[in-house]
């Protein structure tokens, strides 16, 4: 596709969003918050503006890790090490977010196996529901192409429906950016390229329907980027191995600078809701 085609229909993608997305106010971003984290890196790449907003704007705010994202660099280095690695590394992004070291909370699944642990795992989520009391949550996007990000989805949930009480949920995209226009349709033959751009159509459906919350971040957007590189691991090759991934690497940057944008969006829903979101859920994972 045309790259001048692609940021026509980048900006048309942002223009629809501003008209029907609702910012959310300076009363929300006060609530008590848990973000609920697939890997070490996703609550920055996710939410990381939102995070810095809620706290400059006094609000309770903890994060949780669902895995050590020990697999990120498989055959690279060990995944004792890279545990250690990203584990200091969340820390250090989340001192830059705002938030203190006693509001961050490591579960330790093993990174790749979370639904695995699908049982173990609601229990610890339900008793940090009833310990930190949240107002609202954040858990990735329902049809996340990553299954740690759909476990952890489901399994938040799970929980929720356990916990009894209301609570305002919001989804946070981060692989739904991979689609068209938002990076470009490899070359390949025709038969994928038509692939992809009917995922595209179905990834823009999903956009219309779904992300109807904002947070404006550009004012706080370089704070945003300070956290993100905290993450050497996943931002720099910590060898000269041509093999270890960076998050630039990914469809030559356009990915990453996604996260970028001046708004980050959201979709909202409330915990006595929660039958139809998972009912939704389920019927969104069958026609994927």
């Known amino acids: 596709m045309d790259n001048s085609f692609r940021t026509r229909a980048r900006q048309f993608y942002r223009y629809i969003m501003n008209q029907v997305a609702n ?75 705002g938030v203190e070291e006693n509001s961050i909370i490591f579960l330790d699944f093993k990174d790749g196996e979370l639904n695995k642990n699908k049982d173990s795992a609601v229990r610890k989520v339900i008793e ?70 009917k995922k595209s159509l179905i990834s823009f459906l999903h956009f219309l329907r779904a992300f109807r919350c904002s947070i404006y971040i550009g004012d706080v957007l370089e704070l945003k980027r300070a956290a993100l590189d905290m993450y050497h691991s996943q931002m720099m090759r910590l060898n000269n191995d041509s093999r270890w991934w960076i998050l630039s690497d990914v469809s030559q940057g356009e990915w990453l600078e996604c996260f970028f944008q001046e708004h980050e969006i959201y979709s909202r829903a409330r915990a006595m809701l929660l039958s139809q979101t998972m009912s939704a859920t389920s019927k969104a994972k069958t026609s994927t």
């Open 23 to 97: 910012e959310i106010d300076e009363k929300d971003l006060r609530r008590p918050t848990i973000i609920f984290s697939p890997h070490p890196d996703d609550e920055t790449l996710g939410c990381g503006g939102t995070i810095i907003k809620k706290k400059k704007a006094g609000a309770d705010v903890n994060i949780v890790f669902m895995t050590d994202g020990c697999r990120s660099h498989p055959h690279l280095i060990s995944e004792k090490e890279l545990i250690t690695i990203r584990a200091k590394e969340a820390l250090a992004a989340s001192r830059i977010l």
């Open 128 to 197: 940090i529901l009833r310990s930190k009391q949240p107002d609202e949550i954040f858990i990735p996007w329902r049809t996340e192409a990553h299954p740690d990000h759909l476990a952890t989805n489901r399994i938040v949930l799970t929980a929720l429906q356990m916990y009894h009480r209301k609570i305002i949920i919001y989804e946070y995209p981060v692989y739904f950016w991979l689609h068209w226009p938002w990076i470009r349709i490899p070359r390949g033959p025709s038969r994928n390229i038509i692939w992809a751009l």
